[in-house]
């Protein structure tokens, strides 16, 4: 039974920190492409950041030098340092798995097979 819980998210004010942690169980968690994706009210889910079985990350324009990605295979857990934090970033977020590499494709949502319940992310100015 693959398993993937978010946690961390919260309120904070713009210019302000917050780290989400994915907890992962089920599967291989290693081989497999983990992604960050968020979603605001209104709007579609958007690829965030990304990373690979051989920690190779990859980073949507609008969050990069701001958001790093890591893992820690030792405890299954993916997580998203958020930094600079602005009001547009308010959004659910996501945690999602595919078994292939992330790649070109790592912001195509519908190739992730397994997915979190999502933890919400509010930025006020």
């Known amino acids: 039974h693959v398993q993937l819980v978010e946690s961390g998210g919260g309120s904070v004010q713009a210019g302000g920190s917050l780290r989400l942690s994915c907890a992962a169980s089920g599967y291989t968690y290693s081989s497999y492409c983990m992604g960050w994706f968020r979603q605001a009210p209104g709007k579609e889910r958007e690829g965030v950041a990304a990373?690979?079985?051989?920690?190779?990350?990859s980073y949507a324009d609008s969050v990069k030098g701001r958001f790093t990605i890591s893992k820690d295979n030792a405890k299954n857990t993916l997580y998203l340092q958020m930094n600079s934090l602005k009001p547009e970033d308010t959004a659910m977020y996501y945690c999602a798995a595919k078994r292939d590499a992330c790649g070109m494709t790592w912001k195509w949502r519908n190739l992730y097979t397994y997915w979190g319940q999502g933890t919400q992310v509010t930025v006020s100015s």
């Open positions: 990373i690979d079985s051989d920690g190779s990350t």
